[in-house]
């Protein structure tokens, strides 16, 4: 496998499971220092052992990105234990699936929302200084392709990837100086727990049946376009939304 990411440090938020859990896995067996956030000791506990039966070694700190502090300081742990953070993979997520606006509450409105966009946001605060200094950074936000197509009963959801994928492009703008890319990898209909529990199988096979190529992304083909934007290979890759999702989205520029 290559080593492209070797003597990097990437801090995954939400990454215990599901597509957190292999861009450990995938970055890690590129020869990077993982750092990953959970809010559930368990699931940290299950990740830890997974990846180190997979070689990667992993940094496992419990946090919940709705909690600013907790953020915070889970990047002042890495760094702490690494020296620094490269990569920060904003990936934390919580399932908005299926939920028609009359469905909404004040307290899931706001659950989702802290944890896509508030945790995301504090956590570029807290490594941003540190990639300034060094003149180097790499920042990746998790989209959806739900956000490029619209979705019914899921205005919350998308809401809430539509503002990562607009702050990273802003972001791309003012780190830019300092050598720091931002970009977003925006997910197709992905083969993991939570896109698995969320539809009946009704909606999964028209899901399915709307994409060009007829099949479910595999959670390592988003990991490799994260790795890949982690690289020096994309150097000159800033303020773009990546998508791969077996063409259930084709867009332009």
């Not at 861009?23 to 940290?44: P, S």
């Not at 920060?88 to 509450?105: F, K, P, Q, R, Y």
């Not at 659950?111 to 060094?134: C, E, I, N, Y």
């Not at 989209?143 to 702050?167: D, E, V």
Request: proline content about 3%; overall charge neutral.
């Amino acid at each position: 496998m290559s080593k492209s990411l070797d003597g990097y440090v990437v801090f995954i938020t939400g990454g215990s499971t599901g597509l957190g859990l292999s861009h450990a896995r995938v970055l890690g067996g590129r020869g990077a220092r993982v750092a990953i956030t959970d809010f559930k000791q368990e699931n940290l506990d299950q990740a830890s052992a997974e990846l180190k039966r997979d070689g990667v070694e992993a940094l496992c700190l419990k946090a919940d990105n709705r909690v600013v502090g907790e953020v915070k300081a889970a990047v002042a742990k890495a760094e702490a234990q690494f020296g620094k953070v490269d990569v920060l993979v904003n990936n934390a997520g919580i399932s908005g699936m299926m939920a028609h606006i009359e469905d909404i509450d004040e307290t899931f409105f706001d659950s989702l929302f802290d944890t896509h966009v508030k945790g995301a946001f504090f956590a570029v605060q807290a490594v941003v200084p540190g990639m300034k200094k060094r003149k180097f950074g790499r920042i990746i936000n998790t989209g959806s392709t739900f956000n490029m197509t619209g979705a019914p009963a899921m205005s919350h959801y998308t809401g809430a990837k539509g503002a990562l994928t607009a702050l990273a492009r802003a972001w791309a703008r003012e780190f830019a100086p300092f050598s720091i890319t931002v970009n977003t990898v925006s997910p197709g209909f992905t083969d993991t727990p939570m896109t698995r529990s969320d539809v009946t199988p009704e909606i999964f096979e028209e899901i399915i049946a709307s994409m060009a190529l007829k099949r479910q992304v595999l959670p390592e083909e988003i990991s490799y376009a994260v790795a890949w934007l982690a690289s020096r290979e994309a150097d000159a890759v800033t303020g773009q939304n990546i998508s791969p999702n077996c063409g259930q989205a084709i867009v332009g520029i």
